[in-house]
């Protein structure tokens, strides 16, 4: 079968960095996409990995190894509107977007 | 319209019921979705339409049913609701490519009694 995993819940303190990791087994890859979902509203688009390595856009980075089946989601200088569910999903073979249970992020002061 | 949006936000339904949930897009995207989200779940996807005039099943297709008769509108319909379709449900659209990113409609919060 096919399977994402996530951390279902992080907690960190404004100002710091935290990872959060995502591992998957899916039948084939066509790439892995970040998305951020706070609560009561819509998940909106973070970032697209289709290649080995790590993609910067401004406080957010995303990592990822096809070889470990690996991704990971950087967030650095938190912010408490960076409160939120954030959402690991891959493309299989078919071109089916496969999702994790996403995980919670809770910023404290 | 900007984007994606959905009608209604909320609804309470008696079981038994057929109920519609509309969706619009005025991206002009080609492919379109419909996910279910649960507590503790990761959205799943109910049916998608590659294209208008077509339309495919999903990981939880049973019980609902769709149509893509013009490229903006996707709605889904529940036949006979049961209370196992409580859910909060997304419609998305992305452009062409499979790899293309996928946005959402601000959703629909479905209660089934």
């Known amino acids: 079968g096919q399977n994402i995993d996530q951390p279902t819940e992080m907690t960190a303190t404004e100002g710091a960095i935290v990872q959060i990791n995502c591992t998957y087994q899916t039948s084939g890859f066509n790439g892995l996409f970040w998305y951020q979902q706070h609560a009561g509203e819509a998940p909106t688009f973070l970032s697209y990995n289709v290649l080995d390595g790590l993609e910067e856009k401004g406080r957010f980075s995303s990592f990822l190894s096809r070889s470990k089946g690996y991704s990971y989601l950087l967030l650095k200088e938190l912010q408490m509107k960076d409160s939120a569910s954030y959402l690991c999903?891959?493309?299989?073979?078919?071109?089916?977007?496969?999702w994790g249970a996403g995980t919670k992020l809770i910023i404290k002061p | 319209i900007a984007g994606i949006t959905q009608a209604p936000t909320s609804q309470i339904l008696a079981a038994g019921r057929r109920m519609t949930l509309r969706c619009t897009q005025d991206m002009r995207h080609n492919a379109m979705y419909w996910y279910r989200q649960d507590l503790g779940l990761g959205l799943r996807l109910i049916h998608y339409?590659?294209?208008?005039?077509?339309?495919g099943k999903g990981e939880v297709p049973d019980g609902y049913s769709v149509s893509r008769a013009n490229t903006d509108d996707f709605p889904l319909t529940l036949a006979s609701a049961v209370p196992s379709q409580t859910s909060v449900y997304f419609c998305?659209?992305?452009?062409?490519?499979?790899?293309?990113?996928?946005?959402f409609g601000p959703g629909t919060r479905l209660t089934v009694l």
């Open positions: 339409s590659n294209t208008a005039g077509t339309t």
């Open positions: 999903a891959v493309i299989d073979s078919n071109y089916q977007l496969i």
């Open positions: 998305a659209s992305s452009g062409t490519g499979h790899t293309d990113t996928q946005y």
